[in-house]
């Protein structure tokens, strides 16, 4: 299933690129001499002794791989550009692992497969973003002028990526449905509603048993199929607004 990181490994990567969000790995420079201006976008994830973690460097979305034991980076691959419309700014980048395996999903209209060992891009997949009407928000500045405007999309809380079988089941933060693409080319398989019915619309994926996703959103929760072409399984509807997972 996918890999995940715990609190003691993250707290390792820590020690070894230091404080400040600071990335061992800048463009045309030295891999391993941490400059400014480098910084990840999402917890990173162990594979075989091996921290992926997802950065960005100069408006570039980025994988890199340190050794746990030494900090040293082993590789680090250029997925893609900022996209020229932005991403939802608060959802991190999701980065999954199945074997030597990863997947990624950024918020950019793309899904990806990398080569565990050596950083190669399998393939990287184009989805269809859903904005919304409008586009961008302007974000108040409590200290007097205007921030940047933010992109806004309909689409799911966070960007998750969840290999299962022989797919990679997809819920981005910049489209609004739940999407499956195959796992060796990554051509698209099937699709299922964010929003199945006009009172409920789901929010966050809260996680997967056997064949089965749940989602959740203010007051309700949904189950989708995963070896049924996401079809939806029930709903529970709450009868009051859900304060927390």
Same mark, same amino acid.
């Given at each position: 299933?996918?890999?995940?990181? *715990?609190?003691?490994? #993250? ?20 891999? /391993?001499?941490?400059? /400014? *201006? ?17 950065? !960005? ?11 746990? /034991?030494? $900090?040293? !980076? ?10 020229? !419309? *932005? ?46 009407? *409008?586009?961008? !928000?302007?974000?108040? /500045? ?37 999407? #499956? ?12 509603? @964010? ?7 789901? @929010? ?23 070896? $049924?072409?996401? @079809? ?14």
């Amino acid at each position: 299933g996918p890999a995940g990181i *715990g609190i003691a490994q #993250a707290v390792d990567l820590l020690q070894v690129i230091g404080p400040g969000m600071a990335a061992p790995v800048a463009q045309g420079g030295d891999p /391993n001499v941490v400059q /400014n *201006g480098v910084g990840y976008f999402g917890p990173p994830i162990s594979v075989s002794g091996v921290l992926i973690a997802p950065l !960005t460097d100069g408006g570039s979305i980025h994988l890199q791989a340190i050794a746990h /034991n030494t $900090g040293r !980076t082993l590789w680090k691959t250029h997925l893609c550009e900022q996209h020229a !419309t *932005g991403a939802p700014f608060w959802s991190p980048i999701h980065v999954a692992a199945d074997g030597q395996e990863l997947y990624v999903v950024c918020g950019s209209g793309l899904v990806f497969s990398v080569g565990a060992v050596d950083g190669r891009i399998r393939f990287a997949r184009r989805y269809q973003r859903t904005p919304q009407d *409008g586009g961008r !928000t302007a974000q108040a /500045n409590p200290w007097g002028g205007q921030l940047p405007t933010m992109p806004r999309f309909q689409g799911w809380d966070d960007d998750v990526v969840i290999p299962y079988q022989g797919a990679v089941v997809v819920a981005a933060s910049d489209c609004d449905k739940l999407m #499956a693409f195959d796992r060796t080319d990554g051509r698209f398989i099937w699709s299922a509603p @964010r929003r199945p019915f006009a009172d409920a619309e789901m @929010r966050y994926v809260i996680g997967v048993r056997g064949r089965y996703l749940y989602a959740a959103g203010d007051d309700s929760l949904l189950c989708y199929d995963l070896g $049924g072409q996401g @079809r939806l399984v029930w709903r529970e509807l709450f009868g009051a607004k859900a304060t927390g997972r």
